[in-house]
């Protein structure tokens, strides 16, 4: 079965934030594979919606990333190379690193707890060996951090990196020597922070990111 079968016309109704929202979660699960093709008819037909939303939908993830259009040769799912993968944590880094040095001006004691319950989520993902959950998880944790500043912008900047980076994370098992690693990487970050440690911190992401970015190009 084709993979966009899966699409239900009674989520869709007809408009194209719903329909964006169920084609970007069919890639993010990896349902849609990276090169695969998104035929806007057949969306159409499968929702049972004018071609109108679909179009727009389309548009919006291709904006996203995750979607490339190429003249004549149609929508596919993009696929990204080693290339890609490092710009995509090139502009994480920058972002976070900004983020970080904000959040230190501020109390955190509400974003520590925050932090702290999806640390316990992503516990409960890797015990279970729900490798999506961990990624989603994951990247809650940066979101986390970077929503604390509060910059709607710097928020929906980091959203679109996000979405291409569970992308990248579909090798997600190969990022890591011992599974326990993402929780103890992730428990660090929290401890300097908790600690007051600015320098470690962002010594810490720059870490944290760049040897992902090795990692996956290993993958």
Known sequence: MNALDRL????AKGTASLIAEQLRDLILDGSLQ????????HVAARLEVSRGPVR???QRLVQEGLLDQV???????????????ADVYQGRLAL???AARLVFERDTDQLLDELEAILVRMSWALDQGEWADVTRTDLAFHQTIVDSVGSRRMSRMFA???AETLLCLQRFERIYDRREQVIEQHQRLADLLRAGDADAFLGEIDWHLRNS????GRG
Do not use: C, F
Request: no cysteine; proline share 5%.
């Open 213 to 216: 970015v090795i990692r996956l």
């Open 96 to 98: 976070e690193r900004e």
């Open 160 to 162: 679109t990196l996000a």
């Open 34 to 41: 990276p090169g695969e093709q998104v035929n806007e008819v």
């Open 8 to 11: 239900s016309p009674n989520r």
């Open 71 to 85: 003249h004549n040769r149609g929508t596919s799912v993009v696929m990204l190379d080693s290339e890609d993968i």
């Open 56 to 58: 727009e939908a389309i």
